[in-house]
T-cell receptor, first 115, second 112 residues
Framework: DADVTQTPRNRITKTGKRIMLECSQTKGHDRMYWYRQDPGLGLQLIYY???????NKGEISDGYSVSRQAQAKFSLSLESAIPNQTALYFCATSDAGTGPYNEQFFGPGTRLTVL | DAKTTQPPSMDCAEGRAANLPCNHSTISGNEYVYWYRQIHSQGPQYIIHGLKNNETNEMASLIITEDRKSSTLILPHATLRDTAVYYC?????????????FGSGTRLQVQP
């Protein structure tokens, strides 16, 4: 079984709809992240959480909200979807650790299309 | 975090070494160099990281210049499966409260 799972894998929705993307991990990591990737571009950080009670905005948080329901679950919501939120969304996790090693483990991605 | 500059694309013949450069002239003394790659819309995958010494693992080697202003990721015997976008990232390691910043990366095309 995959260590980081995302649901749904593909979603088509209409402008103005509320949508939630879910991420679950079995790695036991404290830190979780949501990234967005537009075609041909690198990843942009939306939100991240370093533990269950910690939520931080990333580079492009406007129009998004998150919920860290448990150590293993981190959800991303689009309250009112708009077409320019059409993108590939990735969830990632990492261990807090005490050394320099900062590997992030990524999920398979959710392809979201807003019509 | 230090800004990185990578060529947008590179080609490499299968079986040859692929050398991917990265410039990070504003790197600070406590910042590490990380490399990730992304194969065709999959989630990025960690490759290697280093501070100032050269590093090698089962996937690649990382060569960091003595002044730390640039580095090169080396895939010693590139295969078609190494075709991907490679991201060079510079940031403080460990428990710093900042996430990774991905730029546009280098699109490596391994040719048969």
């Amino acid at each position: 079984d995959a260590d980081v799972t995302q649901t749904p894998r593909n979603r088509i929705t209409k402008t103005g709809k509320r949508i939630m993307l879910e991420c679950s991990q079995t790695k036991g990591h404290d830190r979780m992240y949501w990234y967005r990737q537009d075609p041909g571009l690198g990843l942009q950080l939306i939100y991240y959480s370093f533990d269950v009670k910690d939520i931080n905005k990333g580079e492009i948080s406007d129009g998004y909200s998150v919920s860290r329901q448990a150590q293993a679950k981190f959800s991303l919501s689009l309250e009112s979807a708009i077409p320019n939120q059409t993108a590939l969304y990735f969830c990632a996790t990492s261990d807090a650790g005490t050394g320099p090693y900062n590997e992030q483990f990524f999920g398979p991605g959710t392809r979201l299309t807003v019509l | 975090d230090a800004k990185t500059t990578q060529p947008p694309s590179m080609d490499c013949a299968e079986g040859r070494a692929a050398n991917l450069p990265c410039n990070h002239s504003t790197i600070s003394g406590n910042e590490y160099v990380y490399w990730y790659r992304q194969i065709h819309s999959q989630g990025p995958q960690y490759i290697i990281h280093g501070l100032k010494n050269n590093e090698t693992n089962e996937m690649a080697s990382l060569i960091i210049t003595e002044d730390r202003k640039s580095s090169t990721l080396i895939l010693p015997h590139a295969t078609l499966r190494d075709t991907a976008v490679y991201y060079c990232i510079v940031r403080v390691g460990g428990t710093g409260r900042r996430a990774l910043t991905f730029g546009s990366g280098t699109r490596l095309q391994v040719q048969p």
